[in-house]
C-alpha cells in the first residue's frame, strides 16, 4: 500500500507559479513511476505528466509540455510538479499517482486526494 497526499494547491493570477508536492508513505517509493493528472470542473481527469523511478525519464501532456516541470527527490519520498506560466484553463483538480500504467493514459494504482488549483485571468 502506498499513501500519497498532495500539496501546494491555491489561488494564483494567470502568469504566475506554483510548485504542487506528492508525499508519499508505505511502500518502497522509488520501485515505482509516478505521475500528476488534473481534472477541471465538469471535465474528465487528464493526465499531465509522469516521470519514472529513477526521476531520469519523463513525460507530458502537450497541454504542459514547456511549461511545467515534473521531478522526485527518493530520499525524501516526494514529487513534485513545478508550474510556470499558469493560464485559467490550468484550474484544476491536480492528483498524483503511483504505480502507473501505459504513460499518457488514466490508468495507475494508487492515487491521492487531490489538491485544487485556481489560476485567475
Known amino acids: 500500500q502506498v499513501l500519497l497526499l498532495e500539496s501546494g494547491g491555491g489561488l494564483v493570477q494567470a502568469g504566475g507559479s506554483l510548485r504542487l508536492s506528492c508525499a508519499a508513505s508505505?511502500?518502497?517509493?522509488?520501485?515505482?513511476?509516478m505521475g500528476w493528472f488534473r481534472q477541471a470542473p465538469g471535465k474528465e481527469r487528464e493526465f499531465a505528466a509522469a516521470?519514472?523511478?529513477?526521476?531520469?525519464?519523463?513525460y507530458y501532456a502537450d497541454s504542459v509540455k514547456g511549461r511545467f516541470t515534473i521531478s522526485r527527490d527518493n530520499v525524501q519520498n516526494t514529487m513534485y510538479l513545478q508550474m510556470n506560466s499558469l493560464k485559467p484553463e490550468d484550474t484544476a483538480v491536480y492528483y498524483c499517482?503511483?504505480?502507473?500504467?501505459?504513460?499518457?493514459?488514466?490508468?495507475?494504482?494508487?492515487w491521492g486526494q487531490g489538491t485544487q488549483v485556481t489560476v485567475s485571468s
Open positions: 499517482a503511483a504505480d502507473l500504467g501505459k504513460w499518457g493514459t488514466l490508468v495507475a494504482h494508487y
Open positions: 508505505g511502500r518502497t517509493f522509488n520501485n515505482y513511476d
Open positions: 516521470i519514472n523511478w529513477s526521476g531520469d525519464r519523463t
